[in-house]
């Protein structure tokens, strides 16, 4: 697979998480850890019937170096718990903003990989995409109150662990894909067990928040980290990072479309911020390529 499709299969990771939001306010009021313990096995099962049917085996997951297992499942476990964590002990939109600074990381951190080359326009592009999706996700007028501090501590949390998680996985990059199934299962797991400490069961209330939990399931917290896993691997992992903030964007597009939001020119400035932002940094991509061919 070319370096310029694994990018575009990233890409579609992020148009899956775009409809996170709309699909989790569907599920109605399943708690957060039984949500996610039910959503990660519908995506941990579709990922090893996928292991079987395409012929690889279940004998690919074998022989995995202990860290392949240790920052996969740390990665989704672990972003999950503290995101819950966030949302619970900060306001949501601020806390959200401080959980998205994912990608922002991912552009400076690339630059530790090997053959990675970090340009400005990287940088540039990254922080422009970043006001973008702060226009959308960071409109609260909520204060920084200090019993709030812990909430949003977790959230960054939340973007150190899934940058790290990101830039490791390229570093693990002779992993199979396959693995992701296990990280899914071990994740629901974790959660369920959670869940059983921490919160009470609440099952989805008719067959609308049943398929909105398979929605996810298949979707967000499913499809996502397998098309995540190949495009951060084999991709161009800086463009990734400035595309992923349209999953900001498009999910309040999406909130918009079905009323759960409105429209306004705040909005219509963040496309144009977002988008300006993935534009500089696909130039960027492509002038350290062609550099790199020149001098080749």
Known sequence: ???QKATAVGFGAVMLWACLALFTVGAGGVPPLQLSAMCFAIGGIIGLVWTIVAGCGLAVLRGQRP????VGIA???GYHVCYFTALSLAPAAP???VAFLWPLLIVPFSGLLPGERLRP???LGAVVAFVGAGLVVGGSDAGFAAEQIPGYLAALCCALIWSGYSILSRRLGAAPTETVAVFCLATSLLSFLAHLVFEPTVW???AGQWLAVVGLGLGPVGLAFYLWDIGVKHGNI??????SYAAPLLSTLLL???GHAKAGVALLVAAGLVAGGALIAARAGRSSRNGQKSTG
């Open 67 to 70: 860290a392949v297992w240790g």
């Open 1 to 3: 697979m070319t370096g």
């Open 204 to 206: 989805p209330d008719g």
């Open 256 to 258: 918009i479309a079905t």
């Open 238 to 243: 800086q463009m990734l990072g400035v595309a």
């Open 75 to 77: 990665g989704l476990f």
């Open 95 to 97: 806390a959200s903003l």
């Open 121 to 123: 326009g990287h940088v």
